[in-house]
């Protein structure tokens, strides 16, 4: 059966990254960015780090930000940083699987509610100083 949960911080896991930061802290740091750059463009948040498991050992998929438009659409946000773009960037890290596992997690999500609004997945990608919010970025394949 599927289990959701918030969670309010994320363990501080993975190797040292540039400044000494762990993988998790410059992901944490990415998603703060993102947050504060989606609220200056009108988005209200609605959760953070929404988490399906699809059993005690099994992930099923996270949703980084969820957050609101004026018009009431729903907005899944994933949020991917990287340092540098020699291996693509970070918006080519969503790959066709983890589009996947965010899918499911929103699907967790939208059976809490009564009436499901207008939604779709966005990224936001975090390239060294740059950001990149990409409306849209993918979709469910309906």
Known sequence: MFKGRQDQGRQNQGSQGQGGKTAGQNGS?????????????????????????????????EIDLVMQEADGTLVFVEVRARRARSQGGAAASVTPSKQR????????????????????????????????????????GD
């Open 29 to 61: 740091a990415a998603e703060l960015l993102a947050l504060a750059h989606l609220q200056q463009q009108g988005l209200r948040l609605v959760q953070r780090n929404y988490r399906v498991a699809l059993g005690p050992h099994a992930r099923g998929g």
């Open 101 to 140: 596992s965010l899918v499911l997690a929103a699907q967790h999500y939208l059976l809490q509610r009564q009436v499901v609004p207008p939604c779709r997945f966005d990224v936001v990608a975090v390239d060294g100083e740059r950001l990149q919010w990409l409306r849209a970025a993918f979709s469910t």
